[in-house]
């Protein structure tokens, strides 16, 4: 039967289900983006709490803003919400139901999501709405306020349609009642995402309201956070996985790694869930962090996706038994992107980067190396330029991230090396096999995508690294072009 309240009690006894009462749970939390990720991480995080019997008055509401949203919407909907998470290792898969999201309001819905957030009882807006959701110029970093959908929620601030129109929405009718602010917490993949998403709600006021958008800098909480655990898109081969392995009927299963983190400052001035008790850690300074997450597992995530795409490699954990792309990993890690981490509190740069190789190998999460390879123009400046123009900056050399950058390059022009079509993989996908075609002839066509590659296409060291790379690839193909970069002859 389909998974539901009334259908827990029927589950096999092997898998997990909550062991509290949805009736006991009160809603403290608004979450913008209840894709996968958050699925698997913060709603699990919450259930574990839950579980323990703990901070039962924070339970998360979802809401978003896309169309495509509803689909999830009325899936969870016919299913109380319900979530069915499978963590699986190499040795041991588990099943559990979670239910630490009571409700989820109807994407788009202004009015009740502004009420929503409105709501003295909530006191955390999270967010997991992907890197490119930020409405950050990739080159500078900083927000962008003449994007036409920020224009749009500046021009109408009561008609709000981004995530961010939405919280400067809330916080403003908040302040006018004489609320206190919630806390605005991202668990995105960005360098400082609460610094960013401060950038943001407070930029989009600042266009409507400039003394609201100094109460908000001034009042409102942006703790920047690390988060991690691996988490692929969910197809037919989890469904079935989730009815014939585990008896579980449910129409939209999360399938993840059993590894999680989440590191956070800890700065709720509205107060929090006491997620210490459930394994987050909370520290002062959340950025050695995300630096070494971001940089290795990230950058390394970019680093193996593009060779194996175009080498016809379907799943991650057979991109890391393909020993040239294992290789070229390691080489690239090791060289050029670990020396330049910062250390970070009581962790073993090296001990983290090979559990971080086991996990990609992790041959039963199914993760998709096209998964990988969406969204460059979004994710290469936050993962892999940053560690290229930190190197270029002390006069390093970057021969690996050159060749990163030329993989990337070659990927987008959208055929493998067996010549099989790629379909689009980016928001900005025509732009870039635009980009991409006319450098098969000028490489320093690519690097000026001047908003992507900012100073980094400037390097004359890196242009002529990457130019090197990329002719390389056309002439002799990426596996040789692996070889000769693992020989130490590019
Ligand atoms: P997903 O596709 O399952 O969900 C993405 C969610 O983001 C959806 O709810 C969607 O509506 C929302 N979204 C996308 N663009 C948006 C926009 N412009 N404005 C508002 N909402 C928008 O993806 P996912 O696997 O849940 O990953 C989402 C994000 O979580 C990632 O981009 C990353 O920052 C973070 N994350 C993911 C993983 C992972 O392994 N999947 C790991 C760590 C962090």
Known sequence: SKLSLAT???????????????????????????????????AVYLDDL?????????????AGVLPSDEAMRSVLAAQD???TVVEQDADVSSARITGAMIDYLKPGDAESIVSKLADP????????????????????????????????????PDKPRTVFGLLVAGLKRRRAEGIPPFTVMSCDNIPHNGVVTKNAVVGLAQIS?????????????????????????????EKTIAKEEFGIDDQWPVFCESFKQWVLEDNFPAGRPPLEKVGVQFVPDVSPYEHMKIRILNGGHAVIAYPAGLMDIHFVHEAME???????????????????VPPVPDTDLADYFALIERRFANPKI??????????????????????????????LPVPGLALESALWCRYCYGTTESGKTIEPNDPSWDRLQKAAKTAREDPMAWLAMEDIFGEVGRSEVFRKAFATALDALWKDGTEAVLRRYLAGDL
């Not at 979450?31 to 698997?40: K, S, W, Y």
């Not at 839950?50 to 979802?62: P, R, Y």
């Open 209 to 237: 309201d400039p003394e609201l958008a100094a109460w908000i800098a001034a009042e409102v909480a942006f703790p920047n956070g690390m988060v991690d655990r691996i988490t692929p898109a969910t197809g037919a081969r």
């Open 121 to 156: 009882a909530i006191r955390i807006a999270s967010l997991t709405i992907t890197e490119g959701g930020y409405f950050i110029d990739p080159a500078s970093g900083t927000f962008n306020p003449a994007h036409p959908d920020i224009a749009a929620d500046g021009a109408a």
């Open 81 to 83: 919400n319900l979530t």
């Open 8 to 42: 827990l009690a029927s589950l096999p006894k092997s898998v997990g289900t909550p062991s509290y009462e949805r009736q006991d749970l009160r809603a403290g939390i608004v979450h913008f983006g209840v894709g996968n990720f958050h699925r698997a991480h913060q």
């Open 322 to 340: 393909n020993e040239l792309v294992a290789a070229f990993l390691r080489k690239i890690e090791t060289e050029e992107i670990i020396p330049i």
């Open 366 to 395: 199914g993760d998709t190396v096209r998964r990988l390879c969406l969204d460059g123009s979004n994710r290469q400046p936050k993962f892999i330029l940053p560690s290229t123009a930190d190197r270029l900056k002390q006069g």
């Open 50 to 62: 839950f579980n323990a019997g703990l901070g039962l008055d924070w339970a998360l509401v979802g």
